[in-house]
């Protein structure tokens, strides 16, 4: 995920991006990733409620991580901003003729 994030980070440097879609997002790890890391926003798009359920788990940890550390800094400069989350759950269906 580390390596990969940092690729995303890379890339969206070069074009200026600052959003990502995620699709196939799991638990949202590299979603988080690049959160933590680089700042990247990101819409995650998950198939399966478990894992789109992990990833509202993770991203309550990473508020509190959030708040933690803010609170921890005397710069607000140096102030991480809280964390927004879009996760969109897709269920597809295909039939064969």
Do not use: W
Request: hydrophobic share 35%.
């Amino acid at each position: 995920v580390g390596l990969l994030a940092g690729e995303i980070n890379r890339v969206c440097n070069s074009l200026q991006i600052h959003q990502v879609v995620d699709v196939g997002a799991g638990s949202a790890y590299l979603s988080h990733s690049l959160y933590m890391q680089y700042g990247i926003r990101s819409i995650g798009i998950e198939g399966n409620p478990s894992h789109t359920q992990g990833a509202l788990q993770r991203f309550e940890q990473l508020k509190k991580r959030v708040e933690a550390h803010n609170t921890k800094i005397q710069n607000s400069a140096d102030h991480i901003p809280r964390p927004d989350i879009d996760l969109v759950t897709c269920r597809f269906e295909f039939e064969s003729n």
